[in-house]
């Protein structure tokens, strides 16, 4: 996959992941799940030696709202990099989706631009049954797609992986869908990391939970999540590289006060800088 698309889809997967998960009865933990407007400083994290790039700084703005019978979301980011020659490419995202509390549909929006001129749209609508599913897309062409037996919608994962944490279970592996590409579902591996108790475990959940009252008295807990493209003949989604990684903490109400995104070359992290939670108005 081409360095610039690795880098928009790792940004907006990224932030695709910090949905907050379906209240489907199903999936235990829901009740602890909040609406939140979320704002991230976006800068170079790690350099491999024979990379070509010196410097990457941004922002990210991500909210979810709680619609009642469903959960809108609206993620906006925008990264310049910069090369050691010092020229500049900066690249934007506006990605919006409304997945239904049953986890069975999603609409999405995305829209990508490159140094100033539209890149790439997609959009459309994604029905999960249990077969699989459908994906009709609008754009960048009508087209549908199959998606594969077990496909998880990105709020649905969310919460899955939470309840793996705290279960004490260290992987999910599952397909997921979330409409940032046109070619349907990715596999994905989530490696998971132990739970941690409110303030506890690392010197970091202690500084997030002082600066942000609101995750003081929660658990959290790290997870990796590695992406690849799908394979029908492989169904376990880790037997190659993946074509990017993003690594999160999230608090067990939703939040994420910590990403990485990992491109090969390089990767960028993300922290959290300003937190608001919504109101239910259900």
């Known amino acids: 996959m081409p360095l610039r698309r690795r880098l928009i889809a790792g940004l907006i997967a990224g932030a695709a992941l910090l949905s907050a998960p379906s209240s489907h009865a199903a999936d235990p933990g829901v009740e602890a799940m909040v609406g939140h407007r979320a704002a991230y400083r976006l800068s170079l994290d790690r350099v491999r030696d024979n990379a070509d790039i010196a410097r990457a700084e941004g922002a990210m703005l991500y909210e979810v709202v709680d619609a009642c019978d469903g959960w809108a979301t609206r993620q906006r980011f925008q990264l310049r990099l910069t090369d050691r020659d010092g020229q500049e490419i900066e690249t934007t995202s506006d990605y919006s989706t409304y997945e239904t509390k049953d986890g069975r549909s999603i609409r999405f929006s995305l829209t990508q631009t490159s140094q100033g001129a539209v890149s790439q749209r997609v959009a459309g609508e994604a029905k999960l049954d249990a077969e699989g599913g459908t994906v009709t897309y609008t754009e960048p062409a009508a087209k549908q ?85 799908r394979n029908p003949a492989d169904s376990g989604g880790g037997a190659s590289a993946p074509d990017y990684e993003v690594g999160l903490r999230y608090f067990e109400n939703g939040v994420a006060d910590e990403l990485t995104m990992e491109f090969g070359e390089f990767s960028v992290n993300g922290q959290l800088q300003e937190l608001a939670l919504l109101p239910n108005p259900c």
């Open 145 to 229: 797609e199959s998606l594969p037996r077990g496909t998880l919608l990105p709020m649905l994962h969310t919460i899955r992986s939470l309840a793996a944490a705290r279960a004490g279970s260290r992987m999910l592996v599952v397909p997921l869908f979330d409409g940032t590409s046109p070619d349907g579902a990715q596999d994905t591996t989530t490696v998971i990391s132990a739970w941690q108790p409110p303030q506890g475990g690392t010197q970091g959940s202690v500084q997030a939970a002082g600066r942000f009252p609101a995750l003081a008295q929660l658990g959290s807990a790290r997870m990796r999540v590695a992406f690849f493209d």
